[in-house]
């Protein structure tokens, strides 16, 4: 059976639910679990939980790239079986940082090879006008798929140990490995342009600012993600019967980036791409700063705040991503997607590392002026992307690529 239309659109999505199954896995455990067996502190928790991205970055220009010259699902299927393989690894090898950072960093290698390349497989199979709402479908099942991320892993670990976390995540790429075997091959066109050339990248300006502003989106994104199950656990612990629980809101403030993923990308397409964009990374900074000033507040007023932000962050990352694909030259897709994911996870993995080190300087993760120092550093780092967009339309002179 080969897939194509709405069909090839839903196995993607599915398929992408299951290789992000293993994604937040050390994040949701680490504070309960690897901290304290590892005696780790902040900063090392933020570089262990970071080794992902780092992975990711270093492994995704190389990848992605490829699927310029070669069927992206190919590229798609080796990766998301090194995923699993790295997560189930973990599992069994992994006995403090030193190990955790090596092997979840391959964990990271792994999904280079299988988020922009598989949005570069579903997109070398839709028509022109089936692609910005396919493509925000896709980038907003990465929310969903984060939410059972943190829901199974903390489960797991609380009943079954932290290592069965770990042993059953590992499975989730199997979805995707199937999704591309009922893919049909497509043939790109020949071209003797350098395979590894990102002059012409770096000279499209209106893709470049959507890449810039992903990348701060990113940073404030993975700063959130690595610390949120850390931050409800120091809110809980000020409370005798805290009335949520740290699995409850991890899950939560993932889950509902889905929606606010694909209702962003309908503002953008409305009110304009960039106007939307700018909009709802100013709210999101406005959010972690009224979290920085009331992190010792009562807790239901904490949660509606958080509730917010984690609605805020991701609203701009289907349009983050459907512009710089359609600001991007066709011959230069993949290699447009390639820096894109690599400026974003490059981020993502200095927004985990970057708030675990606020979080030690303002003075821990059990005190009220080190979460303080940590939601300061996350909206610093997402005001970023209004300056990028505003940068980048400066420089371009012709912007017409950008009409939604």
Excluded at 162 to 186: D, E, K
Excluded at 214 to 230: D, M, P, Q, S
Excluded at 242 to 261: H, L
Excluded at 278 to 296: E, N, P, S, Y
């Amino acid at each position: 059976m080969r897939l194509t239309g709405r069909a090839l659109v839903t196995a993607m999505c599915i398929g992408q639910v299951g290789n992000l199954l293993p994604h937040v896995v050390v994040p949701a455990v680490m504070p309960q679990y690897l901290i304290p067996l590892w005696h780790l502190s902040a900063t090392e928790a933020g570089l262990m939980a970071s080794a992902f991205a780092i992975g990711y970055m270093l492994a995704v220009p190389v990848l992605t790239t490829l699927t310029d010259r070669m069927d992206a699902r190919i590229i798609l299927m080796i990766g998301s079986a090194l995923s699993g393989l790295a997560t189930l690894s973990f599992a069994m090898f992994a006995n403090g940082l030193s190990s955790a950072i090596i092997i979840w960093g391959l964990a990271g290698i792994g999904f280079a090879g299988a988020y922009m390349p598989g949005l570069k497989a579903l997109t070398d199979r839709l028509e022109p006008g089936d692609m910005s709402r396919s493509v925000t479908l896709y980038t907003a099942t990465f929310s969903f798929g984060v939410g059972l991320s943190f829901l199974i892993a903390q489960l797991a670990a609380e009943y079954l140990g932290w290592r069965a976390a770990f042993y059953l995540t590992s499975v989730g790429p199997l979805a995707m490995i199937t999704a591309t075997l009922c893919m049909a091959p497509v043939t790109l066109s020949s071209s003797p342009r350098p395979l590894f050339d990102f002059k012409p990248v770096f000279r499209n300006r209106a893709a470049l600012g959507y890449v810039l502003g992903y990348g701060a989106h990113c940073f404030e994104l993975y700063g959130l993600r690595t610390w949120i199950v850390a931050f409800w656990t120091y809110v809980a612990s000020r409370t005798a019967s805290p009335v949520v629980q740290p699995i409850t809101v991890s899950v939560i403030v993932a889950i509902v980036a889905m929606p606010a993923s694909i209702i962003g990308n309908e503002a953008a397409i409305r009110y304009g791409r960039r106007r939307a964009i700018v909009w709802f990374m100013g709210i999101a900074g406005a959010m972690a700063t009224l979290l920085a000033l009331t992190v010792d507040v009562n807790p239901m007023i904490l949660l509606v705040l958080l509730f917010l932000y984690s609605l805020a962050i991701p609203a701009d990352s289907g349009a983050l991503t459907s512009g710089m694909s359609a600001s991007a030259h066709p011959d230069y897709r993949g290699a447009t997607m390639a820096l894109h994911t690599t400026v974003g996870f490059g981020l993502s993995a200095a927004g985990g590392w970057a708030v675990g080190i606020a979080l030690d300087a303002g003075g821990g993760m059990t005190t009220a002026s080190g979460w303080f120092v940590a939601f300061l550093v996350m909206a610093a780092g997402g005001l970023m992307g209004p300056i990028a967009l505003w940068w980048s339309s400066r420089r371009a002179s012709n912007l017409t690529t950008d009409v939604p």
